[in-house]
């Protein structure tokens, strides 16, 4: 299990109301986490917010702590 996978399952609910927050416009649907499918949850994220992975991989490290 990445870094990542680890941050993203630890405490995604504290991290989830972050990002909605600080991006108004992403919507419950767009921040569903599932297990095992981290790639797919990045993938929606990188596609709203019109960011790369690494941005959207750092972004979520740094709302993670």
Same mark, same amino acid.
């Given at each position: 299990?990445? %870094?990542? $996978? /680890?941050q993203?399952?630890?405490?995604?609910? @504290?991290? +989830?109301? =972050?990002?909605k /927050? /600080? &991006? %108004? !416009?992403? $919507?419950? !649907? #767009?921040?569903l &986490?599932e297990?095992?499918?981290? #790639?797919e949850? *990045?993938g =929606? *994220?990188? +596609?709203k917010l019109g +960011? $790369?992975? %690494? @941005?959207v @991989? !750092?972004e *979520?490290e740094? *709302?993670?702590?």
């Open positions: 299990m990445s %870094a990542l $996978t /680890q993203i399952k630890g405490n995604w609910n @504290e991290v +989830k109301g =972050k990002f /927050q /600080q &991006y %108004a !416009d992403l $919507t419950d !649907d #767009d921040l &986490y297990e095992g499918k981290e #790639d949850l *990045l =929606k *994220l990188q +596609k +960011k $790369t992975r %690494a @941005e @991989e !750092d *979520l740094r *709302l993670s702590h």
